[in-house]
């Protein structure tokens, strides 16, 4: 069983950065590929970013590209979304989540272990 906690969600003005974390329980977090999901309200959850076991591959969506970067560290059970140049639709409730495989995947139901959310909000 793996517990996620995200943190770092908060309100930024367009154009601001923030860093969210999430932090993982257990001692196997190398054998989990991590991703990062966000849900505006009415909207279904999307693929946002994504990262392999040993950081070897990440991807980012189209839609974020050039502004959002994935990261993990592996000694602290932790990964990293770090986000800049933010923008109004940017605001969205942001999920980490892991999947028991090397290699992440885009799907959500890809994913067995699920954070409970941090909430982006972006105003313009």
């Known amino acids: 069983q793996v517990q996620l906690v995200e943190s770092g969600g908060g309100l930024v003005q367009a154009g601001g950065s923030l860093r969210l974390s999430c932090a993982a329980s257990?001692?196997?977090?190398?054998?989990?590929?991590m991703g990062w999901f966000r849900q505006a309200p009415g909207k279904e959850r999307e693929f946002v970013v994504g990262?392999?076991?040993?950081?070897?591959?990440?991807y980012v969506a189209n839609d974020v590209k050039g502004r959002f970067t994935i990261s993990r560290d592996n000694a602290k059970n932790t990964v990293y979304l770090q986000m800049n140049s933010l923008k109004p639709e940017d605001t969205a409730v942001y999920y980490c989540?892991?999947?028991?495989?090397?290699?992440?995947?885009?799907?959500?139901?890809?994913?067995?272990?699920w954070g409970q959310g941090t909430q982006v909000t972006v105003s313009s």
């Open positions: 990262i392999s076991g040993s950081s070897a591959s990440t």
């Open positions: 257990g001692r196997t977090f190398s054998s989990y590929a």
């Open positions: 989540a892991a999947r028991r495989s090397q290699l992440f995947t885009r799907s959500s139901s890809g994913y067995d272990y």
